[in-house]
């Protein structure tokens, strides 16, 4: 995979701690958002190109382009997926991602909090730990102040 390549699941996908934290502690320069909803809807598409700052460039794309999107130049990109399906389908198309930072996910039946505003489900935690063993370092962080906690520790029955 060519340039810098960051994962971050967040079910708001850009908005303020991502445009105000992460963006500039990674030293992020393009956005792409891997959703297959919002990546067809062409209202959605505009709001979040609108909702980075001027001098990022932003993709809304589904998970199956992917590899063709972000294959085609260097530069330090922040891959935002707004479910743990997203990022796992995307790695299943043949993402290449070293780390997946899991920053928010609402709570909803079934779900339990790991962190911060990190809920996950029994579905979402079998994914994960499938990533896991796929060699992907899953780890739950909201801000760039919190340290990580790694899905290992967490579940050590992998």
């Given at each position: 995979m ?57 993709s ?25 399906a997203?990022?796992?389908a ?9 780390e997946?930072?899991v ?56």
């Amino acid at each position: 995979m060519a340039g810098k390549l960051k994962a971050r699941v967040d079910h708001r996908l850009i908005h303020g701690q991502v445009t105000a934290g992460w963006l500039h502690e990674w030293d992020i320069t393009r956005i792409v958002i891997i959703d297959t909803p919002t990546s067809r809807d062409a209202f959605l598409r505009e709001v979040y190109m609108m909702a980075a700052p001027p001098e990022i460039e932003v993709s809304v794309i589904a998970p199956m382009e992917a590899i063709s999107i972000l294959g085609e130049r260097e530069v330090s990109t922040l891959v935002l997926f707004k479910d743990v399906a997203h990022a796992s389908a995307a790695v299943d198309e043949g993402l290449d991602i070293a780390e997946l930072q899991v920053g928010c996910l609402p709570a909803r039946p079934g779900s339990e909090r790991i962190c911060g505003s990190v809920f996950v489900d029994d579905r979402d935690k079998a994914m994960l730990r499938r990533l896991v063993q796929r060699g992907i370092k899953v780890f739950f962080q909201t801000l760039p102040k919190d340290a990580p906690i790694l899905f290992d520790e967490l579940w050590r029955e992998l």
